[in-house]
């Protein structure tokens, strides 16, 4: 079965420094994306940053930027000058792949780390 | 603007009345899914559509139904709510299911 494992439930940072979240996952599949959203205390869920599997490149946005590793099946995510506005419950998703007919078409979901930056 | 909307935003009722939670995408996207969020449980999904007419259950679909009618709406219909269906509820939209999803912006429900 496919997984994604956010293995750090809460972090903090201090406004301006650089923070990075962790993401696992499993997959078998060679072509897919790969999702970090944001829930800010308003609870909309935001997309960041998308990550293509087949491209070598890191994606970039602003101040956000990924650190993905394909064969250890890493994507974590990197926030360079917090910003109070940062703070927020972050999520790491990816869509299942593995689709048989006992399976659900969707993405699957991290638990969320909760990141709290701080004056 | 291109958008998920989500109405009414939040709702408190009673066990057992009858309501809808209407969805609504303005991006032409194919697929549509509810979700609820729970502390601890994270996002799990209810229901799903892949195009008009073509939906499917999710990993929590009891007490709940769909419609997909017309592409773009994609209401979630409780029957006869109870108590453990108080929850926030997402409605979220993508191109394909192997897309990002774009969310509307929640409906909080309580249910006594």
């Known amino acids: 079965a496919q997984t994604v494992t956010q293995s750090q439930p809460e972090m903090s940072v201090q406004e301006a420094e650089t923070v990075t979240l962790s993401c696992t996952y499993d997959t078998s599949e060679n072509n897919y994306y790969l999702f970090w959203y944001k829930q800010p205390p308003s609870r909309q869920m935001i997309l960041v940053i998308r990550q293509e599997a087949y491209k070598q490149q890191n994606a970039t946005e602003n101040r956000f930027s990924v650190n993905f590793q394909k064969a250890a099946k890493s994507f974590s995510l990197k926030i360079s000058d917090s910003q109070l506005g940062d703070t927020a419950m972050y999520f790491c998703a990816f869509p299942d792949l593995e689709y048989n007919a006992g399976n659900n078409r969707k993405l699957i979901w991290g638990l969320g780390t909760s990141l709290a930056v701080n004056p | 603007e291109a958008q998920v909307t989500q109405n009414p935003r939040y709702l408190i009722t009673v066990t057992g009345k009858k309501l809808t939670v209407t969805c609504s995408q303005n991006?032409?996207?194919?697929?549509m899914s509810w979700y609820r969020q729970d502390p601890g449980l994270g996002l799990r999904q209810i229901y799903y559509s892949m195009n008009v007419e073509v939906t499917d259950k999710g990993d929590v679909p009891e007490g709940y139904k769909v419609s997909r009618k017309e592409k773009r709406n994609f209401p979630l219909i409780l029957e006869s709510p109870s108590p453990n269906q108080t929850s926030l509820y997402f409605c979220?939209?993508?191109?394909?299911?192997?897309?990002?999803?774009?969310f509307g912006p929640g409906t909080r429900l309580t249910v006594t």
């Open positions: 979220a939209s993508s191109y394909q299911v192997l897309y990002e999803q774009y």
């Open positions: 991006m032409n996207h194919e697929y």
